[in-house]
Structure formats: C-alpha cells, structure tokens
C-alpha cells in the first residue's frame, strides 16, 4: 500500500487520538471531510489503520509477562494458548528463540505457574526466558475477553484441574477462570 503526506498525517492523527474527529483531520490536511472519509476507509480496508479496544494491563496495576521461547513446535505452543484468559499476544520470530508470547495476570506467580507448568515442562520446548514488563513508552492495549462461557477443560489443554494443582492450592496460582477454578479478582 502506498501513503502519501496526506495519508501519514491521518495515520499519526488517530495514532495520537484515536477519537479524532474527521472535521480536524479535514482542516489538518486541507481536504473535505467527505474526501478524509474516503480516504479512512481505504486506509482501513489495507490494514494501514485499525484501532483496538481492550485493557491496558500495565496501567491497571497487572504484571506483563514477556516469554520467549525456542521450540521445535511453536504452532503447538501457540494454539495451546489461544483460549487461555491471561495470553495477549504471540509471535513467530526469528533469532535465538522462535516465540514470543505475551501474558498478563494479577500476580507474578500465576505467570510463573503458566511458564512452568504449560511451557517449560513441553517436551518441544529447549528454552525459555522469562521477564516481568516494568514499564511501557506507549499505551499496551489487550483484547480482553472479561466474561466466557464456563466449561469444564481449560482452553490449554492441560489434563490437571485447578483444585488438584498444588500451585493452586498454596496460592501461588489464581487458577483459571474459564473452569471457574479461579481465586483471583481480575475476572
């Protein structure tokens, strides 16, 4: 997709106010707002312009985990995690490691419950390295789905249920609250 000056000001516009009215992009770039519109929709439709609601997990007090990881299967590492309430966002990524998940939760140890006992203990999984974000040079939003439907099975995968892990029952993991096994207050 090919920008011009016009379409650099909308985007860095809405990157600093995503609530920006067309009216003052229109007179930012000296265009009608029926032409702004247009070209709005165009950036959209390309993916040059999107906007994401959700939670930004730093600034509510939760911790960020960032994980990365070399596996032999990271398809697998990742769809492991696609229904699980704490994981924000993976990554393929080339270097050393292979992965780059994303996790937030109300407590270090529930992430570090999450690392050891889904990732570190995968038998694809030669390394891990595990870090806590401390801060954030711009907003870190996170879809977050704050209410599910309760099933039985974690969206993991994992055959342990809550109540019978010893992180669990010693606290040191909030539990999962799609099972609602959860002793958390986030959710």
Known sequence: MRF????????????????????????????????????????????ALSSQLGINPLKMGLYVAKV????????????????????????????????????FSESIATLESIVNGHIRSNPSVSDVDFNIVITSERDYIVPSVMNFERCELPPCGIKLQCRDCSSFKSRKCMGCPVTGQYQGTLY
């Open 68 to 103: 990365d990881i070399s596996s032999t299967r990271p398809d697998e590492i990742l769809d492991m995690f696609k229904g699980c309430p704490y994981f924000a966002n993976g990554f393929t990524i080339s270097g050393k490691s292979n992965l780059c998940l994303l996790f």
């Open 4 to 47: 011009d000056s016009k379409d650099r000001i909308i985007i860095s516009m809405y990157a600093e106010d995503p609530d920006v009215s067309q009216e003052t992009i229109a007179k930012k770039v000296n265009l009608s707002q029926p032409s702004v519109a247009a070209r709005i929709a165009k950036l959209r439709e390309g993916g």
